[in-house]
């Protein structure tokens, strides 16, 4: 079963708008990643969150972590059409090697 | 892709026949994983390597076999295509496989089950 679902499943925003989407997960995590992929290509690793930080920045992207709320979201600021893609939000159980990953947000960027 | 290559990047087959699908990596790292992307699902973990001939299942491991042979080379092999596999696959590597890590994704492949 998938650990963390992305919300909304799909978002389209005019470029220079912000993004935002949602991750909820169900068990608890050390640490959580979000992952980037490109139509028809493989995923990008853009951020991690550790369980004990409440937000993280990286050039336009902001992650928040509620770990009491079990919910993690990602900011994207200032849109660009290359951020067309789908994101991914992956939690680790708890600091094994695995990754579970969730279904996904697909957004797009209109110029 | 980090140095790595995944073949074949489209695969068309039966059902019943074999299929073995190659993850090649240059950057030597000691974990390789195999994930299917399916609608509605994301990606699931099939299986994972930690080391030559060091392989262990993954959530959606039925129905699939890896072998280890080389550090470089991680080969998922359905024993019996069935439609229900018609997926895109990615292979991933990482160095030493903690939850705080960055996995690297392959390009993919595409395989068509029919």
């Known amino acids: 079963s998938q650990q963390g679902e992305e919300d909304p499943q799909a978002l389209s925003i005019q470029e220079g708008e912000n993004a935002t989407m949602n991750c909820s997960y169900k068990?608890?995590?050390?640490?959580l990643q979000w992952y980037r992929q490109n139509s028809g290509r493989g995923l990008v690793h853009l951020i991690l969150?550790?369980?004990?930080?409440r937000e993280k920045h990286s050039g336009r992207l902001r992650v928040t972590l509620d770990t009491s709320k079990k919910s993690s979201s990602l900011l994207i600021t200032a849109s660009r059409a290359a951020d067309t893609a789908s994101y991914f939000c992956?939690?680790?159980?708890?600091?094994?090697?695995?990754?579970?990953f969730g279904t996904g947000t697909r957004l797009t960027i209109i110029p | 892709d980090a140095g790595i290559t995944q073949s074949p990047r489209h695969k068309v087959t039966e059902t019943g026949t074999p299929v073995t699908l190659r993850c090649h990596q240059t950057?030597?790292?000691?974990?390789m994983y195999w994930y299917r992307q399916d609608p509605g699902h994301g990606l699931r973990l099939i299986h994972y390597?930690?080391?030559?001939?060091?392989?262990d299942k993954g959530e959606v491991s039925d129905g699939y076999s890896v072998s280890r042979s080389k550090t470089e080379d991680f080969l998922l092999t359905l024993e019996s295509a069935t439609s229900s596999q018609t997926s895109v696959y990615f292979c991933?590597?990482?160095?030493?496989?903690?939850?705080?890590?960055?996995?690297?994704f392959g390009p993919g492949t595409r395989l068509l089950v029919l």
């Open positions: 991933a590597i990482s160095e030493s496989g903690q939850g705080a890590e960055t996995q690297y």
């Open positions: 068990t608890s995590i050390n640490n």
């Open positions: 969150i550790r369980s004990n930080e």
């Open positions: 992956a939690t680790d159980g708890g600091g094994n090697e695995k990754l579970t």
């Open positions: 950057e030597n790292h000691r974990y």
């Open positions: 390597s930690y080391g030559v001939k060091d392989t």
